[in-house]
């Protein structure tokens, strides 16, 4: 067991477990400068205090988890150790301090098939990757509610609660985050001109399409567009990056594991771009 300072980065869209009820990926940037991968964590029952947002440093006891083989991936080893280190308020967005933290002693990958090779013969699980060209964002459909035998497996699991206690606190256990029944996904060419299609997982975008589905009435398609215009033409506007990460499932079987777990997108600097 180790105390670790993380750096967060990546916050995935939690997803219902059987075994472990809500649960989100989390993963981020040690002092050293290499990845941390923590699995699993159900963020939303963390008090308020120790919830944590992208870009903020946190500390935790974690140990390698066993179960996963996959370089970066630790567990924490009880949730009561998680710290976060409140941010200092600042009116203009610190880009410059990120960067330095994120780039810090890592390859930029602009070739995909690179950074598959790392995967299947490394255990590498994530990586920085910058990509030659967007073509567009994509959006498909999915199943538009959570599979019931999780459900079921839920609400039983919330009859054998202790009657010592409160019902707020079972609601805040059993309380099941919003299904999102559209994936979302970026078309992009890498530095040789080859087209890839990666799923966009992160958190913000689930969030981003719930806040525009409320803003338009419950427009479902008008809310799509909405997501797809900031993630397209906002974001082709900056110096964008996609944090990759692998699934552990299917990390040793899939022709290219990697999924889009988070976008960093600081604004172009133009002194730099003169030279």
């Given at each position: 067991?180790?105390?670790?300072?993380?750096?967060?980065?990546?916050?995935?869209?939690p997803?219902?477990?059987?075994?472990?009820?809500?649960?989100?990926?989390?993963?981020?940037?040690?002092?050293d400068?290499?990845?941390?991968?923590?699995?699993?964590?159900?963020?939303?029952?963390?008090s308020?205090?120790?919830?944590?947002?992208?870009?903020?440093?946190?500390?935790?006891?974690?140990?390698?988890?066993?179960?996963?083989?996959?370089?970066?991936?630790?567990?924490?080893?009880?949730?009561?150790?998680?710290?976060?280190?409140?941010?200092?308020?600042?009116?203009?967005?610190?880009?410059?301090?990120?960067?330095?933290?994120i780039?810090k002693?890592?390859?930029?990958?602009?070739?995909?098939s690179?950074?598959?090779?790392?995967?299947?013969?490394?255990?590498?699980?994530?990586?920085?990757?910058?990509?030659?060209?967007?073509?567009?964002?994509?959006?498909?459909?999915?199943?538009?509610?959570?599979?019931?035998?999780?459900?079921?497996?839920l609400?039983?699991k919330?009859?054998?609660?202790?009657?010592?206690?409160?019902?707020?606190?079972?609601?805040?256990q059993?309380?099941?985050v919003?299904?999102?029944?559209?994936?979302?996904?970026?078309?992009?060419?890498?530095?040789?001109?080859?087209?890839?299609?990666?799923?966009?997982?992160?958190?913000?975008?689930?969030m981003?399409?719930?806040?525009?589905?409320?803003?338009?009435?419950?427009?479902?398609?008008?809310?799509?567009?909405?997501?797809k215009?900031?993630y397209?033409?906002?974001?082709?506007?900056t110096?964008?990056?996609?944090?990759?990460?692998?699934t552990?499932?299917?990390?040793?079987?899939?022709?290219?594991p990697?999924?889009?777990?988070?976008?960093?997108?600081?604004?172009?600097?133009?002194?730099?771009?003169?030279?």
């Open positions: 067991m180790e105390r670790k300072r993380i750096y967060i980065t990546v916050k995935t869209y997803t219902i477990s059987s075994k472990y009820d809500e649960l989100v990926c989390t993963a981020g940037i040690l002092e400068g290499s990845w941390i991968r923590l699995y699993p964590l159900p963020f939303r029952k963390l308020n205090d120790q919830k944590y947002s992208k870009y903020q440093w946190i500390e935790a006891d974690v140990e390698k988890n066993e179960k996963d083989k996959r370089l970066e991936s630790y567990r924490v080893v009880n949730r009561d150790t998680i710290q976060a280190i409140p941010l200092f308020n600042t009116k203009k967005t610190p880009w410059e301090e990120r960067k330095q933290i780039f002693n890592k390859k930029i990958f602009t070739n995909l690179k950074l598959i090779a790392l995967a299947k013969e490394k255990n590498v699980s994530f990586g920085i990757f910058k990509p030659s060209r967007i073509i567009k964002i994509i959006h498909e459909g999915t199943d538009r509610d959570w599979p019931k035998e999780k459900i079921e497996q609400a039983y919330k009859k054998q609660l202790s009657l010592f206690e409160t019902e707020d606190e079972i609601v805040k059993f309380e099941v919003q299904k999102i029944p559209y994936k979302f996904s970026y078309v992009f060419l890498d530095d040789t001109g080859k087209e890839s299609t990666l799923m966009i997982e992160d958190w913000e975008i689930g981003l399409y719930l806040h525009c589905l409320e803003s338009t009435n419950g427009n479902e398609m008008q809310a799509l567009e909405k997501v215009s900031k397209y033409n906002e974001f082709i506007k110096d964008l990056y996609f944090f990759l990460g692998t552990l499932e299917f990390h040793w079987m899939a022709p290219n990697f999924i889009i777990v988070g976008i960093f997108h600081p604004p172009i600097d133009k002194q730099r771009a003169l030279f």
